[in-house]
């Protein structure tokens, strides 16, 4: 990803290099307690401390379906007014499979309302716009 360094993009490289470290707590504290998450099954309202519990237990998944880190692909910012930005990312997905089958590429999409009024900026919303799950189960990487 290129492109001009902003407050907004720096925060979401750091995530991403949070998340390519599995940083957990450094990850969770990026998001504001609560923050809204919607995925196309629907909405809901995320506690940290949940979110926090659910990381562990998705790595695990990826980790077995050979998934390297995510890296983040391209992020379009856009000031809706002095406190919130919307960044719209994409995301690459490698899963490198431990059978000697060919590694696939997955680009997701996803969403973030960022409030930048506070001294550290927070995530307090997540939108994911594909179901990675079922694409995994599209694409043959986890079984149906």
């Known amino acids: 990803m290129s492109q001009i360094q902003t407050p907004v993009s720096r925060f979401f490289q ?3 290099q949070k998340s ?8 969770v ?3 504001a307690d609560p923050f809204l998450s919607a995925d196309p099954h629907g909405t809901h309202c995320v506690r940290t401390a949940e979110f ?8 695990l998944l990826f980790d077995r379906l050979g998934c390297m880190p995510a890296v983040l692909e391209d992020l379009h910012e856009t000031q809706l007014d002095s406190r919130y930005f919307l960044a719209k990312t994409t995301w690459r997905l490698d899963f490198a499979p431990r059978d000697s089958s060919q590694a696939v590429h997955i680009l997701v999409d ?3 309302l960022v409030d930048t009024g506070e001294q550290e900026f927070k995530i307090v919303m997540y939108m ?3 179901d990675i799950m079922q694409i995994l189960r599209d694409r043959g990487i986890l079984p149906a």
Not at 52 to 59: E, F, Q, S, W
């Open 110 to 112: 996803s969403t973030f």
């Open 29 to 31: 504290s990026q998001f």
């Open 52 to 59: 926090a519990a659910a990381l562990p237990k998705r790595k």
């Open 128 to 130: 994911a716009h594909q």
């Open 14 to 16: 750091s995530y991403a």
């Open 20 to 27: 390519s470290e599995d940083n957990i707590p450094a990850m």
